[in-house]
């Protein structure tokens, strides 16, 4: 592989132009990703699945994302988009735009969105990998994940689970099948 020179810059540096960013999201079989503020739904494993995906990596979020935290997410990068220019929670860094977000990002890609809905949106159009815990069952919520062509992603892993309630769950990622946009 020819050396990269100071003028190319790596693509999947931290902060770099093209900054790889995968998004992570539990979805109900009726698209519900939220209620009241929280998940309608408590999947210890997917917590720890959810753990091990973003440790050591850069989490982006949406700042009603941020409130329904107890607080930063212990060792990873936290950074918020939003527009509130006086929004400064503890232990997290402001961002105007997803761009912006993924410019500040100062560890190994990829970056990851966590949410809310609506920069699940902005995001899908961006991200070059889905990791989505995939719920065989409808919940109520108010948050719904973001329609998106699955044309567009290839699923390249499966791994089926069972709750304790007795529903059945998986762990899915999805790769994009052309570059993404950005």
């Known amino acids: 592989m020819p050396a990269r020179s100071?003028?190319?810059p790596d693509p999947s540096a931290p902060g770099s132009p093209r900054q790889k960013l995968a998004i992570v999201a539990a979805v109900a079989a009726n698209g519900v990703i939220g209620a009241d503020g929280g998940l309608p739904w408590r999947l210890a494993d997917d917590l720890r699945h959810f753990r091990a995906l973003t440790l050591g990596h850069a989490v982006i979020m949406g700042r009603r994302t941020r409130e329904s935290l107890?607080?930063?997410l212990a060792g990873r990068q936290n950074i918020v988009v939003s527009s509130r220019p006086d929004y400064r929670p503890s232990g997290t860094e402001v961002a105007a735009s997803l761009e912006e977000a993924?410019?500040?990002?100062?560890?190994?890609?990829?970056a990851f969105c966590i949410g809310g809905a609506v920069l699940y949106r902005d995001a899908i159009e961006r991200a070059d990998t889905m990791h989505l815990t995939e719920i065989d069952r409808e919940f109520p919520g108010d948050v719904r994940f973001p329609p998106f062509d699955r044309g567009a992603w290839l699923e390249v892993r499966r791994e089926d689970r069972r709750s304790n309630e007795g529903f059945g769950y998986a762990f899915v990622t999805y790769e994009r099948r052309s570059p993404a946009r950005g």
């Open 70 to 72: 107890a607080g930063p």
């Open 6 to 8: 100071k003028a190319t």
């Open 102 to 110: 993924l410019a500040r990002v100062s560890l190994p890609p990829p």
